[in-house]
């Protein structure tokens, strides 16, 4: 059959596009099975809040199935314009469009095929290490792996809408082309851009607005809302930014005659002005996914190194037990009988009583009761003479001086006012009474007034009862006396805490959030290459012909590399720029978000921030270097294929 052969010919004669196609598709695959398998072959549902888990994992796979198709068009977008060159001369030579159609579904299909291949079974191979690294994640001994077919048949059909979605573009795309003209359409030059001055101006004003509302996120309740909001319009800020700023700049350069008329200056500028509304939207995805994956494994590692701080916040013992009033001796009775029947030693209870906390936002030396998306604390009050002797001290106090605990707020007034009333202050910096009522994310703040009648009149709402004990014995009896408690005494869990219950949810979350960020940002990496390096071999074979003709008329080929150099180096710095300056004016909202959790801790944020841009900035140089061969090779010698 001479259409299998064209298209076998077709795969083998382009090696240096389709390898890369196949590399792609294959790892994309191979995540895509990962996924599935983590969902679908193990018992992650039944173990210990895996429910969270497995819907994290859920939404990380139709992620990664977003970005494998979005990419592999990408890809097809360039490599339908390489194929019209050869199916153009097929149509001269006598096939029709039925023929052209022929071609396109056997070679997309061969990719398919070869993808899925390679893909399901590296797939099945590195789906063991990633269950080893999910389940140290996850710190869930009970869970185990077994193998169904299942994730093989999701992948397969996943991927073949994916490759159907492509045939079917190839087919229109071929659909509205006169056969004859396919061979002059692959070499139409791109005409020149025009200069769009008042979109470039709107582009640098959204992305500031994106910036501005990033850097003034505040760690409240609207924290989310702004971020999604201000990642909004840094995305769109960037398209314009990168599409007609650069637009602006390249012409700007152009009339700078000290600048422009020079080879190497002179051949990169005017190569890049000719392209660039197509290079613009490239280059402004390739520092967005790069933005991706700096916040994703920022954000993720963080939440992991942060979990143990957010457990002894909301709860300093080993179980806390909130209520509207004292345990009864009946309750206490059932705890002590419930701790020998699963063999556990209990310490002194401790018990704290507070005012119900009053959520409200607190504005320079002023605390304003209020729930809205402004709130971000909540507030209680006691007297001097309990929190004296929970925490073994000798504090006295005015009727106008406060004693004031807020961790992770860093209050420096020396006074505040609630409710009329200034008091002086005198910050603590313990507390081991303290806890979050209800798991609320909104920082807790202490105050100690001088007895019972100011903390009273500080925040007039209900006492509420806080007591909590540690327990000794095995982490499963623990777990299980906690769970029994809870249940046999029917209290809320938001009135309940368990420190071995808590780790395991937040194991689950958490660790499930790193897993599926170092999944995704494999994925994203995969498609800042594969962008770059079509995009470079897109251009090579664009210029390729305009070098040979420079070359014909006196161009060294010392002045070659050098321009090849300038437009490559110009092309690669700007994404990379932009995503380190995506992610300083991120790291503010990122700030605000893990304060809200509690979990935020600068020294941990600098150093995954540092690590996460070198690790990025190293691989981005060697993909550079690769594709930057890649590109030589091709415009160097005219004939290559």
Same mark, same amino acid.
């Given at each position: 059959m001479i259409q299998l052969k064209l298209a076998l010919h077709n795969l083998v004669k382009s090696k240096n596009q389709s390898l890369p196609f196949i590399f792609s598709n294959s790892m994309w695959v191979i995540i895509t099975y990962i996924f599935l398998s983590m969902i679908y072959n193990t018992n992650i549902k039944t173990n210990s809040y895996g429910t969270v888990a497995n819907y994290i994992l859920k939404l990380g796979l139709v992620f990664v199935i977003l970005i494998a198709a979005l990419s592999t068009f990408y890809a097809e977008r360039l490599l339908s314009k390489q194929r019209m060159?050869?199916?153009?001369?097929?149509?001269?030579?006598?096939?029709?469009?039925?023929?052209?159609?022929?071609?396109?579904?056997?070679?997309?299909?061969?990719?398919?095929?070869?993808?899925?291949?390679?893909?399901?079974?590296?797939?099945?191979?590195?789906?063991k290490l990633?269950?080893?690294?999910?389940?140290?994640?996850?710190?869930? =001994? =009970?869970?185990?792996?077994?193998?169904?077919?299942?994730?093989?048949?999701?992948?397969?059909?996943?991927?073949?809408?994916?490759?159907?979605?492509?045939?079917?573009?190839?087919?229109?795309?071929?659909?509205?082309?006169?056969?004859?003209?396919?061979?002059?359409?692959?070499?139409?030059?791109?005409?020149?851009?025009?200069?769009?001055?008042?979109?470039?101006?709107?582009?640098?004003?959204?992305?500031?607005?994106?910036?501005y509302i990033?850097?003034?996120?505040?760690?409240?309740?609207?924290? !989310?809302?702004?971020?999604?909001?201000?990642?909004? !319009?840094?995305?769109?800020?960037?398209?314009?930014?990168?599409?007609?700023?650069?637009?602006?700049?390249?012409?700007?350069?152009?009339?700078?005659?000290?600048?422009?008329?020079?080879?190497?200056?002179?051949?990169?500028?005017?190569?890049?002005?000719?392209?660039?509304?197509?290079?613009?939207?490239?280059?402004?995805?390739?520092?967005?996914?790069?933005?991706?994956?700096?916040?994703?494994?920022?954000?993720?590692?963080?939440?992991?190194?942060?979990?143990?701080?957010?457990?002894?916040?909301? =709860?300093?013992?080993?179980?806390?037990?909130?209520s509207k009033a004292p345990l009864s001796t009946t309750a206490n009775q059932t705890i002590h009988r419930l701790a020998n029947n699963y063999q556990i030693t209990m310490s002194q209870p401790?018990?704290?009583?507070?005012?119900?906390?009053?959520?409200?936002?607190?504005?320079?030396?002023?605390?304003?009761?209020?729930?809205?998306?402004?709130?971000?604390?909540?507030?209680?009050?006691?007297?001097?003479?309990q929190y004296n002797h929970l925490q073994n001290t000798n504090y006295h106090l005015k009727n106008n001086e406060v004693l004031l605990y807020a961790p992770g707020s860093n209050y420096s007034q020396r006074h505040l006012t609630i409710r009329g009333r200034t008091f002086k202050v005198k910050p603590v910096q313990r507390f081991n009474g303290a806890f979050v009522y209800s798991h609320t994310i909104y920082k807790s703040i202490f105050i100690v007034a001088a007895n019972k009648t100011i903390a009273k009149q500080l925040n007039p709402q209900p006492?509420? #009862?806080?007591?909590?004990?540690?327990?000794?014995?095995?982490?499963?009896?623990?777990?299980?006396?906690?769970?029994?408690?809870?249940?046999?005494?029917?209290?809320?869990?938001?009135?309940?805490?368990?420190?071995?219950?808590?780790?395991?949810?937040?194991?689950?979350? !958490?660790?499930?959030?790193l897993f599926m960020g170092i999944l995704i940002s494999i994925v994203m990496i995969c498609a800042t290459t594969m962008i770059i390096y079509y995009k470079q071999v897109s251009e090579g074979y664009a210029d390729k012909d305009h070098y040979h003709i420079m070359s014909k008329i006196g161009l060294s080929?010392?002045?070659?590399?050098?321009?090849?150099?300038?437009?490559?180096?110009?092309?690669?710095?700007?994404?990379?720029?932009?995503?380190?300056?995506?992610?300083?004016?991120?790291?503010?909202?990122?700030?605000?978000?893990?304060?809200?959790?509690?979990? #935020?801790?600068?020294k941990i944020l600098l150093i995954v921030s540092l690590l996460t841009i070198s690790v990025l900035i190293i691989s981005y140089m060697l993909i550079y270097l690769a594709t930057t061969t890649m590109y030589r090779r091709i415009v160097e010698n005219p004939s290559t294929d």
């Open positions: 060159q050869e199916l153009g001369l097929y149509s001269m030579l006598g096939l029709t469009k039925r023929h052209l159609r022929q071609i396109i579904l056997l070679e997309n299909s061969l990719f398919y095929m070869i993808c899925i291949i390679i893909g399901s079974t590296l797939g099945m191979t590195f789906s990633a269950f080893m690294s999910l389940k140290s994640l996850l710190g869930a =001994s =009970s869970l185990h792996q077994s193998f169904t077919l299942l994730p093989l048949l999701y992948v397969a059909v996943i991927f073949a809408g994916i490759f159907i979605l492509i045939i079917l573009f190839d087919f229109w795309g071929l659909r509205k082309v006169n056969p004859i003209n396919l061979w002059a359409k692959s070499s139409q030059p791109e005409k020149e851009p025009k200069s769009h001055i008042l979109l470039a101006v709107l582009g640098i004003i959204i992305l500031l607005i994106g910036y990033s850097v003034t996120v505040r760690p409240t309740g609207a924290a !989310f809302g702004q971020f999604i909001i201000a990642i909004m !319009f840094v995305v769109v800020g960037s398209y314009l930014v990168f599409i007609t700023a650069s637009i602006s700049l390249l012409k700007a350069l152009k009339k700078n005659q000290n600048y422009y008329y020079k080879p190497n200056h002179f051949i990169s500028v005017s190569n890049m002005l000719y392209r660039m509304k197509q290079n613009g939207a490239g280059l402004a995805s390739i520092s967005l996914l790069c933005t991706s994956i700096l916040v994703a494994l920022i954000a993720s590692v963080s939440l992991v190194a942060g979990q143990k701080n957010l457990i002894n916040l909301w =709860s300093p013992r080993d179980i806390q037990i909130v401790q018990t704290l009583i507070v005012t119900t906390p009053v959520m409200g936002a607190l504005s320079g030396n002023q605390f304003n009761s209020q729930f809205n998306t402004k709130t971000e604390y909540t507030l209680s009050s006691l007297d001097l003479k006492y509420i #009862y806080a007591q909590g004990f540690n327990t000794h014995g095995t982490k499963r009896h623990q777990k299980q006396f906690a769970k029994t408690v809870q249940k046999t005494l029917n209290i809320d869990p938001g009135n309940f805490t368990s420190k071995y219950i808590m780790r395991d949810l937040l194991k689950a979350m !958490f660790g499930s959030l080929k010392k002045e070659t590399k050098k321009a090849i150099q300038s437009q490559v180096l110009t092309v690669f710095t700007l994404p990379i720029i932009g995503a380190v300056l995506n992610l300083i004016f991120a790291l503010p909202a990122i700030k605000s978000v893990l304060t809200i959790f509690s979990m #935020y801790n600068l």
